[in-house]
């Protein structure tokens, strides 16, 4: 295990057989396998962690994902969206509080009115912010011309998850109809590239129907398409979901967080320099898993910013972490958990994607 981590690190080489294999190591391996990634982390990126406010914009989709509580077809959800004066003051707290980037997550509605909607939120919040705050949008698949109008607003960075990168699995997780297709999405995360953004993507992990060698596709599918970015976790049930009736077949919590940390480790001995998020499902499982995905190797915090009221109506799935906390009081813990993971908050910079920075560099100089 040792070796084959070895001449991973020196080679970049890895098979679809190496990855499941680490995906099943325990004891001794498991341990070698995350140390080592820790150790890829510091070398490479360092022990720094970036913030990135979340606000949680709206939760009005027009899909219907099987597997999310916030999903169009669920009419027990109180629908939102949040005001331009809200999110403009949220913006106002990042850059007060030092977080120095911003994350814009919602629904997905691919509609001209919401294309310009974002547009105009994004001048006012540079406008607001002196732009101070380096932005990610998370708004799901939407035309290139909306893309590139929001690039153009100051838009830096786009997170869509391929959710999977088995197209099998995809469909049975979807709905079946052309607005939930496999394709368009693999489509939009290349034109996003095409675009200039920073990309990111990601997969649910633990997902019923889904095995080893479908998540070590995964991997292999975020190296190849050359993310900037990785933001994963685990699938957490939701029981006004069509997914939950399957909620028997999954893996114990403790298992699918312990899985869902080995992906991280793969991730970041794979791709050395990309940013790689601790996501909030990981703390949903664990009250301390967003502080084992860093030891991981993950260096991407995004506290929570959306004013409370609004946050009991973006349950993706339940148990979801923080619902009722204050972006104040988040942030008050936010260092001392850090600190607890060995690593240390970066205030007042973005945190751009080291990668991202290293192949703009090369095509500049070509
Ligand atoms: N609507 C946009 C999209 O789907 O790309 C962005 C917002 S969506 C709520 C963000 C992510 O939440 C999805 O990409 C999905 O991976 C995740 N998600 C939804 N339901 C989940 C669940 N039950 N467990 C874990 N993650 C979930
Ligand atoms: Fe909508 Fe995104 Fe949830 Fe799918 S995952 S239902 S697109 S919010």
Same mark, same amino acid.
């Given at each position: 295990m040792k070796n084959s981590i070895n001449r991973i690190i020196h080679t970049g080489t890895i098979s679809r057989e190496e990855i499941v294999r680490w995906l099943r190591s325990r004891g001794e391996e498991r341990a070698a396998l995350l140390s080592l990634a820790g150790q890829v982390k510091r070398e490479q990126v360092g022990n720094k962690v970036y913030l990135r406010g979340l606000v !949680?914009?709206? *939760?009005?989709? +027009?899909? *219907?994902?099987?597997?999310?509580?916030?999903?169009?077809? *669920? /009419?027990r959800v109180r629908r939102y969206t949040m005001s331009d004066e809200e999110v403009v003051a949220a913006a106002r707290y990042a850059r007060d509080a030092g977080y120095a980037s911003l994350v814009i997550q919602g629904g997905e509605i691919a509609s001209p009115a919401r294309s310009r909607e974002i547009t105009r939120l994004l001048e006012k919040i540079n406008e607001a912010t002196g732009g101070s705050l380096g932005i990610t949008l998370s708004l799901g698949e939407q035309s290139r011309q909306t893309l590139d109008a929001w690039k153009r607003a100051g838009a830096r960075r786009y997170l869509l998850r &391929? !959710?999977? /990168?088995n197209p099998d699995l995809y469909a049975r997780i979807h #709905? +079946? *109809?052309?607005?939930?297709d496999f394709k368009a999405r693999v489509d939009t995360l290349r034109q996003l590239r095409d675009l200039g953004y920073q990309v990111g993507t990601g997969c649910m992990i633990g997902? #019923?129907?889904?095995s080893l060698d479908d998540l070590a596709g995964d991997l292999l599918f975020f190296r190849e398409i050359d993310v900037d970015m990785i933001g994963m976790g685990p699938y957490v049930e939701h029981d !006004?979901? #069509?997914?939950?009736?399957?909620?028997?077949t999954l893996l114990p919590p403790a298992e699918r967080l312990d899985l869902a940390l080995k992906m991280i480790a793969i991730a970041r001995v794979m791709m050395k320099d990309i940013n790689i998020v601790a996501t909030t499902a990981m703390q949903a499982l664990d009250k301390i898993g967003r502080e084992k995905a860093l030891r991981a190797g993950a260096n991407i915090v995004m506290p929570n910013i959306t004013p409370v009221k609004y946050? +009991?109506?973006? $349950? $993706?799935?339940?148990?979801?972490?923080? &619902? =009722?906390?204050e972006a104040a009081r988040c942030k008050a813990c936010l260092d001392a958990r850090v600190r607890l993971a060995g690593d240390e908050v970066v205030y007042? !910079?973005?945190? =751009? /994607?080291r990668h991202f920075a290293m192949k703009t560099r090369n095509i500049n100089q070509t």
């Open positions: !949680e914009y709206s *939760n009005r989709c +027009a899909k *219907n994902c099987l597997y999310c509580g916030i999903r169009g077809g *669920n /009419s &391929v !959710e999977t /990168s #709905p +079946a *109809n052309t607005r939930h997902l #019923p129907f889904q !006004e979901t #069509p997914l939950y009736r399957y909620r028997g946050r +009991a109506g973006y $349950l $993706l799935y339940r148990g979801k972490p923080c &619902v =009722d906390e007042g !910079e973005w945190g =751009d /994607s």
